[in-house]
T-cell receptor, first 115, second 112 residues
Framework: GAGVSQSPSNKVTEKGKDVELRCDPI?????LYWYRQSLGQGLEFLIY????????KSGLPSDRFSAERTGGSVSTLTIQRTQQEDSAVYLC?????????????FGPGTRLTVT | SQQGEEDPQALSIQEGENATMNCSYK?????LQWYRQNSGRGLVHLIL?????REKHSGRLRVTLDTSKKSSSLLITASRAADTASYFC????????????FGKGTRLSVIA
């Protein structure tokens, strides 16, 4: 079946502009995660959605970052007033349930470059 | 904060050799997972080992977990050039439904 998809695959934007990154999780997966990965680094957790519960936003680095998940499916990560340090690969993942039990399925990522 | 730390940061071996990567973490866990990443894009789940398990196998992969030392190892036997990738361990926290925390990974290069 279809895996996790993300769009766009690459995004180049000017400093100060807003960007929106989209994630389509696997159908039926109740949990959705956003991570950020800088060059040669590990994954930095950003935000986690589980069903209808309030999202865990503890990883968002600043109030310029926000995310929504509409109808328990598609999610959008928005970065306002982008900065050069926001340049990274943004990865989305989904799982059947909570992260402690179920494996996460990752999308291919969106490579964001802020010039 | 709790975090899996992989060791070594980079490993280069010849095809056919075994590769061992280690992961250490700080606090009690429910499970530990290993993931693989090719070309800096999406990760692929390899194996999950629960805190009450000591060893798990999947094909050429063998994972061990020592909760007393808060460490895990991933062994890839008879490595192939296609195993070249970055390998990450991810841990949860024993208390609560918390997100996984990923380490910085081990970059494995298998030379044909």
């Amino acid at each position: 079946g279809a895996g996790v998809s993300q769009s766009p695959s690459n995004k180049v934007t000017e400093k100060g502009k807003d960007v929106e990154l989209r994630c389509d999780p696997i159908s039926g997966h109740t949990a959705l995660y956003w991570y950020r990965q800088s060059l040669g680094q590990g994954l930095e957790f950003l935000i986690y959605f589980q069903g209808n519960s309030a999202p865990d936003k503890s990883g968002l680095p600043s109030d310029r970052f926000s995310a929504e998940r509409t109808g328990g499916s598609v999610s959008t990560l928005t970065i306002q007033r982008t900065q050069q340090e926001d340049s990274a690969v943004y990865l989305c993942a989904s799982s059947l349930g909570g992260p402690t039990i179920y494996e996460q399925y990752f999308g291919p990522g969106t490579r964001l470059t802020v010039t | 904060s709790q975090q899996g730390e992989e060791d070594p940061q980079a490993l280069s071996i010849q095809e056919g050799e075994n590769a061992t990567m280690n992961c250490s973490y700080k606090t009690s866990i429910n499970n530990l997972q290993w993931y693989r990443q090719n070309s800096g894009r999406g990760l692929v789940h390899l194996i999950l080992i629960r805190s009450n398990e000591r060893e798990k196998h999947s094909g050429r992969l063998r994972v061990t977990l020592d909760t007393s030392k808060k460490s895990s190892s991933l062994l890839i036997t008879a490595s192939r050039a296609a195993d070249t990738a970055s390998y990450f361990c991810a841990t949860d926290a024993a208390a609560g439904n918390t997100p996984l925390v990923f380490g910085k990974g081990t970059r494995l290069s298998v030379i044909a």
